[in-house]
């Protein structure tokens, strides 16, 4: 093929053959496309640190900056974190002094039960995927198929049995009957994710582990579990974010000691009877986001590297 | 696989040794059902869950000392899920054949009248109806308009280029915020004086824009909200997919000159298949469960309501827990027929090829 270099290639546009790097150009287009996505998000990001009095204004500030020049002054606010402080600490009654609102507490439940029961649906939910995968049992589709209905009903359906249950057992209210409510509600995910990339591995490796003695659980440990980390943390990352967003449960479960920060920031705007408080909601909204972000973010890497592992073909 | 020793062969019947589960599960149904019958319900709950823990034990010995490390692995998470969610399912499915309230300590067994009720009352099965079919077109659109926006995404970072990792956590973070707040904020976007979608309208044709007036336009919403927090799910499963192709069976592709469209379809569909098969699959079963952002953004005014949504005002604000009961398993019968279609298919393309 005789290489003629376009100027649309030489600004960086490649042609679209799937192979190699495409430049800045491409770059740029997907910033664009990335941008427009991400407006809705970067919207309630700018309501969190607008004052209060032009947050519903017409027409809607959009910048808190002018971006020298290039937006009208009717469009700019000059932003104020006023909003952040008044999460933990705000006046409750109308010209009240300010009070603690416990959300400290609820980051720190939301935290807490999330990365244990996610942690803990990995390791339960790795364990049985291996098993499904490497030793079937009799009727093993069935079961598996069984796991998947867990999925299926509407949480309002279990909640009813899983209430008087908690009640009998003293679980309401407390953290281990949350945790392990929503290590179950994780485990479907987690068998069927872990299950497709242990099927994917090659078998010569470990059966050659096995014919020079090694036994069962070196097997799995040091030649399975190494090729699997990076689907390990796409399992937990996506396990994390229904956990951490996770509402129906935590409001009918938690007690007040176990209140997450979901249930408390609905409690939080639409109490007082005044509508919904759009920067405050904003604000809990970003302070929330950040440790979901964090973690995604530093496994970005994993995330894609690993799912391509389990998808390489025996 | 090849193994040292020969596994012990099962313990009689009658022998009292700790591998013995049969005798085990015996003894702890007697112990259980006696515990029940007699004791408070909250000492009989410790001492049956002290026999299930007994049983549970026995039965790893025997797995142990048999070599039966299927069932040894995946103990621990059926055990789980039956305690967290098999147990209730089967709860709640036996509370369908009862006339049963939350708020009230009557029970009594009606057979499968709450069933016939719910299919075939005029007032009831009216509603029911109105939602099913409500709910079947917001599978379709969200569900739709996921897999093609989750595809075109993931095309378009398949590729390597500069600040991708940057570019690609924008993309993701839709999928990362609260429904709450994302659902309460759509109102606010939408919403006919405030919102930007209404302004810029406004700006446009200068005439007032109200979106969610109408059932098209709360629908529209709606799969919109929906649509845009759930395609990065998509996305990265697909992503997942085209970035573990390997590259030389394009490279071999250009050279014959084969076009694009089958390069898609010999090459790259193969790679994809599997994890599109599982998005699709839990996009579908929870694109079924929609009900958040319907109660947040219309509260399931202008014929929005769905089979979810209803059911929690049947189960949680009416109390009728019976009635909620039989429809979620009409529900679950339809996803799982569902569902194993889905797989059936997948099944059969597999093999086909």
Known sequence: ?314 | MTSTTVPAAPPAFTAFSPDNWRLALIAGIVISAVAIAALPSGVAFWITGIMMALVAIAATMNAVRRRYYGGLLVAPAIAVLFVMNIFPLLWSLGLSFFAYQSNQQTIRFVGLNNYIKVLTNDLAAKDNWAALTNTAMFVVFTVAAQMVIGFLLALLFSKQFPLRKYLLILVLTPMMLSVVAAGVFFTYYYDPTFGILSYIMREMTGEQFILMDNKAGAVAGIVFADAWMWSPFVMLLVLAGLVSVPKYLYEAAAIDRVSGWRQFRTITFPYIRGLLMLALLFRTIEAFKIADLVILLTKGGNDTMTISYHLIRIANEQNKTSEGAAISYLMLFMVIVLTNLYLYLANRRTQGN
């Open chain 1, 1 to 314: 093929m005789v290489d003629k270099v376009s100027i649309w290639e030489a600004l960086g546009f490649r042609k679209a053959s799937g192979v190699g790097e495409a430049g800045w150009g491409y770059t740029l287009i997907v910033a664009i496309v990335s941008f427009i996505y991400f407006i809705p998000v970067l919207m309630i990001i700018f309501m969190a640190i607008k004052p209060q009095d032009v947050a519903l204004s017409v027409p809607p500030t959009l910048s808190p900056t002018s971006l020298f020049g290039l937006i009208p002054d009717a469009y700019v606010f000059s932003p104020t974190l006023e909003n952040f402080t008044s999460v933990f600490s705000r006046s409750m009654t109308a010209g009240g002094a300010p009070e603690d609102t416990g959300f400290d507490r609820y980051f720190f439940n939301s935290i807490v039960i999330a990365t244990v029961s996610v942690m803990l649906a990995l390791v339960i939910g790795t364990l049985a995927a291996f098993g499904f995968s490497r030793y079937p049992l009799k009727g093993n589709d069935t079961y598996l198929f069984i796991i998947l209905t867990t999925r299926m009903l509407p949480a309002i359906v279990v909640i009813i049995p899983v209430i008087l249950m908690f009640r009998v057992a003293g679980l309401s209210g407390s953290y281990i009957g949350i945790i392990l409510l929503y290590t179950a509600f994780n485990l479907a995910f987690t068998i069927w994710m872990m299950k497709s990339f242990f099927d994917e591995l090659s078998l010569d490796v470990e059966d050659a582990a096995r014919i020079d003695g090694s036994s069962e659980i070196k097997v799995f440990f040091k030649i399975c579990l190494p090729q699997v980390v990076a689907g390990l943390a796409a399992t937990f990352v996506f396990g994390l974010i229904l956990t951490w967003n996770e509402f129906l449960f935590a409001l009918l479960l938690s007690g007040t000691d176990t209140r997450t920060v979901p249930v408390a920031m609905n409690q939080a705007v639409s109490s007082g009877g005044r509508g919904t408080d759009w920067t405050l909601l904003a604000a809990i909204e970003t302070l929330f986001l950040i440790p979901v972000f964090l973690v995604t973010f530093f496994l970005q890497n994993h995330l894609l590297r690993g799912v391509t592992f389990g998808t390489v073909k025996r």
